[in-house]
DNA sequence: CATTTAACTTCGTTTTTCAAAGCTAAATTC
DNA sequence: GAATTTAGCTTTGAAAAACGAAGTTAAATG
């Protein structure tokens, strides 16, 4: 996970300096299920410990997960989801919803989410207007601002001349 | 991207297996941004030719981009984001939220989304009740529909029922 | 027709990732 | 309280991926 020139200054960029790698969201949508501990992430993924490891260490650093004794035996350690953490939430529902409509099981559903208050199914991940319609993204026009990498800066603003003369 | 076993038969893990390495999001968020040409995206990313090749390639047999002729160079080719690929928007979208959020540049803003139809900032990637209302993880159970990997499907239920008996 | 350009391939090297085995300290069993 | 098991790492040698540089092909340009 170096730090490579040209990656950085885009919230994209940064968050998968963070969860970009090919466990790091696997293990996080376990600790969505409720997993805590090293031996149950290890479990369910077919994963090596040093890898393991490694990554709840990153996500640890990185504020995503904190990890914290067991309450109940002194050797384990709890790995739990930090606010930074839950708010990945959407990450994952939208990849979870990708997957489904895109790569979809023959023998039927895979995961039902029902809200928890109402008992009903959840409409899912979506871009929402000030409103609060949703979005596609050709709905959409993006504008740099100061902190943007400058040659992304350039390519956005010649993007957004494009849309500005194409029909809304 | 071998595929291992236990990584599959979940939505997430289904969509990280097209596009849960370290480079394709990156192309595809400059997709978003209206980029298509070979030099185009390797100008702005610094990543080989050769890895990028093998990214563009794999990205359109997963059906996420497309590639067509250039219309105004025979050399050229143009590789443009499919409705599935158009279905990827949350994705970016919540993952530069993410950024944003955790991440923030002391500079200021990095990138600005602006609803065209109306030129008012959008609200961002959310996950939506059936009302059309905000949640969080914390206001969502999952359920393990038949598709689901037996593994996973025992974890989820487990952690279902301890919601359950927990506060909503 | 010689040169440049777009988009790859190929190749040898460096970097990253991996699985398997080993380690340590706490807990459990005898 | 010695022996064994367990949780959670480290270490290590091997495998995979990514890298840059050079080579390729076919179209465009001069």
Redesign the pocket.
């Known amino acids: 996970?170096?730090v490579?020139p040209g990656l950085t200054g885009c919230g994209v960029a940064e968050t998968l300096k963070v969860i970009g790698?090919?466990?790091s969201l696997l293990i996080l949508r376990n600790a969505f299920h409720g997993v805590r501990?090293?031996?149950?992430f290890q479990e369910q993924l077919?994963?090596?410990?040093?890898?393991?490891?490694?990554r709840?260490?990153r996500l640890v650093r990185e504020g995503v997960l904190e990890?914290r004794p067991?309450p109940?035996?002194?050797?384990?350690?709890?790995?739990r989801l930090t606010e930074a953490g839950l708010d990945l939430y959407p990450v994952l529902i939208s990849l979870n919803q990708w997957g489904d409509r895109w790569r979809p099981d023959p023998a039927g559903e895979r995961l039902r989410l029902i809200e928890r208050a109402t008992g009903q199914p959840i409409r899912g991940a979506a871009v929402l207007s000030e409103a609060g319609a949703p979005l596609t993204a050709r709905d959409v026009a993006p504008e740099a601002g100061p902190a943007l990498a400058p040659d992304l800066a350039e390519l956005v603003e010649t993007h957004r001349k494009r849309l500005l003369k194409s029909a809304p």
């Open positions: 996970m170096t490579r790698d090919r466990w501990r090293f031996d149950a077919s994963i090596s410990t040093s890898v393991l490891s490694d709840l260490a990890r067991a109940d035996d002194g050797r384990a350690a709890e790995y």
